[in-house]
T-cell receptor, first 112, second 116 residues
Framework: QKEVEQNSGPLSVPEGAIASLNCTYS??????FFWYRQYSGKSPELIMF????GDKEDGRFTAQLNKASQYVSLLIRDSQPSDSATYLC????????????FGAGTRLAVHP | NAGVMQNPRHLVRRRGQEARLRCSPM?????VYWYRQLPEEGLKFMVY????????ESGMPKERFSAEFPKEGPSILRIQQVVRGDSAAYFC??????????????FGPGTRLTVL
């Protein structure tokens, strides 16, 4: 079982729709969860982090965390073509100092 | 307000040569991390360093790879006797001093290593 799993996609949504990206993790003791966006050939760019169960909103982005289900999600409202990228879920594992375990990423394609 | 800086951005080496990748963290950051991203794959943690200390090297291959973060100057990821399988993008990230475990990491632009 992979430590952090994401659907590779591509997830295709029309412009203006809500894109929902999901991530599950295996280490129940994980405490910190991050979403990064990576455009092709570029470096990961931090979108959001979440530590507590529930929702956290930042502009068009909402991160949701459910530790009991070991599930993290990212919602993107009013999706734009410029949101088309690979979205990486990252988890700081128990006893892992500060290292991040990344999922393989979900490719999002927003079409006009 | 410079971000994380890495150089070179592209590096070409022949098999058996050495590769040196440099990373300067963001101003005020004292924690440095190295990750590797193979083509079409996710990022894999390699090593976590603070000034003059290797904190976690659990992701480093046992041979040919080493990392340092000296008191002065950038962090260096060194790959000796490179092989074709080392071709990848190597990303450095940094985070500010903190209590540990939850520090947000900011990534540099990466070094694309190609081994011929």
């Amino acid at each position: 079982q992979k430590e952090v799993e994401q659907n590779s996609g591509p997830l295709s949504v029309p412009e203006g729709a809500i894109a929902s990206l999901n991530c599950t993790y295996s280490d129940r003791g994980s405490q910190s969860f991050f979403w990064y966006r990576q455009y092709s050939g570029k470096s990961p760019e931090l979108i959001m982090f979440i530590y507590s169960n529930g929702d956290k909103e930042d502009g068009r982005f909402t991160a949701q965390l459910n530790k009991a289900s070991q599930y993290v999600s990212l919602l993107i409202r009013d999706s734009q073509p410029s949101d088309s990228a690979t979205y990486l879920c990252a988890v700081n594992p128990t006893g892992g100092y500060n290292k991040l375990i990344f999922g393989a990423g979900t490719r999002l394609a927003v079409h006009p | 307000n410079a971000g994380v800086m890495q150089n070179p951005r592209h590096l070409v080496r022949r098999r058996g040569q050495e590769a040196r990748l440099r990373c300067s963290p963001m101003k005020g950051h004292s924690h440095v991390y190295w990750y590797r991203q193979l083509p079409e794959e996710g990022l894999k943690f390699m090593v976590y360093l603070q000034k003059e200390n290797i904190i976690d090297e659990s992701g480093m291959p046992k041979e040919r790879f080493s990392a340092e973060f000296p008191k002065e100057g950038p962090s260096i990821l060194r790959i000796q006797q490179v092989v074709r399988g080392d071709s990848a993008a190597y990303f450095c990230a940094s985070s500010p001093p903190g209590t540990g475990g939850t520090d947000t990491q900011y990534f540099g632009p990466g070094t694309r290593l190609t081994v011929l």
